[in-house]
């Protein structure tokens, strides 16, 4: 006997376009923790100075967490029947994390990360808007891994404010 679907939800017959849809943007979602993971490896690594620990100290966790993040994705992408992609298919965007000229150059380190989590953010808005009554389980996954970005972003953000109050950024 053929084993039947279920007849509700994203592994139904009915939404397979959809999950297909669902998947790629997963996909996206795992290379944006990737190239975040290396990014934070080398921004939390690279910078010099005094006020560079609190930075480094941060990214060093943060390292761990999109790790996570991206582990995630990738379970999610195989439960949707899909396939985690090999790393011939990653493409890198993440210009505005690039080493900066000068390694003591912490404000640019702090405007790359905020710049990335927002790209996170407004990624993963969009996963949870579409994921909306139709697969409960990727939102919920979502919604947890948003939590952690805006905790992120908010983290850096004052990061920032303490240069701009002293005029350096
Ligand atoms: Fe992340
Ligand atoms: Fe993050």
């Given at each position: 006997?053929?084993?039947?679907?279920?007849?509700?939800?994203?592994?139904?017959?009915?939404?397979?376009?959809?999950?297909?849809?669902?998947?790629?943007?997963?996909?996206?979602?795992?290379?944006?923790?990737?190239?975040?993971?290396?990014?934070?490896?080398?921004?939390?690594?690279?910078?010099?100075?005094?006020?560079?620990?609190?930075?480094?100290?941060?990214?060093?966790?943060?390292?761990?967490?999109?790790?996570?993040?991206?582990?995630?994705?990738?379970?999610?992408?195989?439960?949707?029947?899909?396939?985690?992609?090999?790393?011939?298919?990653?493409?890198?965007?993440?210009?505005?994390?690039?080493?900066?000229?000068?390694?003591?150059?912490?404000?640019?380190?702090?405007?790359?990360?905020?710049?990335?989590?927002?790209?996170?953010?407004?990624?993963?808005?969009?996963?949870?808007?579409?994921?909306?009554?139709?697969?409960?389980?990727?939102?919920?996954?979502?919604?947890?891994i948003?939590r952690d970005e805006?905790?992120?972003?908010?983290?850096?953000?004052?990061?920032?404010?303490?240069?701009?109050?002293?005029?350096?950024?």
């Amino acid at each position: 006997m053929a084993v039947r679907s279920a007849s509700e939800g994203i592994l139904s017959d009915d939404n397979s376009s959809k999950r297909n849809e669902l998947i790629e943007l997963l996909k996206r979602s795992y290379w944006m923790e990737i190239e975040t993971v290396m990014s934070y490896i080398a921004n939390s690594i690279n910078p010099d100075g005094v006020r560079a620990q609190e930075i480094i100290e941060s990214l060093q966790a943060d390292v761990q967490e999109e790790l996570g993040h991206a582990q995630q994705f990738a379970s999610r992408i195989k439960q949707l029947y899909g396939v985690v992609p090999g790393s011939l298919n990653f493409n890198a965007e993440q210009s505005y994390l690039q080493p900066p000229e000068h390694q003591t150059d912490i404000v640019h380190v702090i405007k790359g990360v905020i710049e990335a989590e927002t790209g996170a953010i407004e990624h993963y808005n969009r996963i949870i808007e579409l994921t909306d009554g139709l697969d409960y389980v990727t939102q919920d996954m979502v919604i947890a891994i948003l939590r952690d970005e805006e905790a992120h972003r908010r983290l850096f953000e004052g990061y920032l404010r303490e240069y701009e109050v002293e005029g350096l950024a």
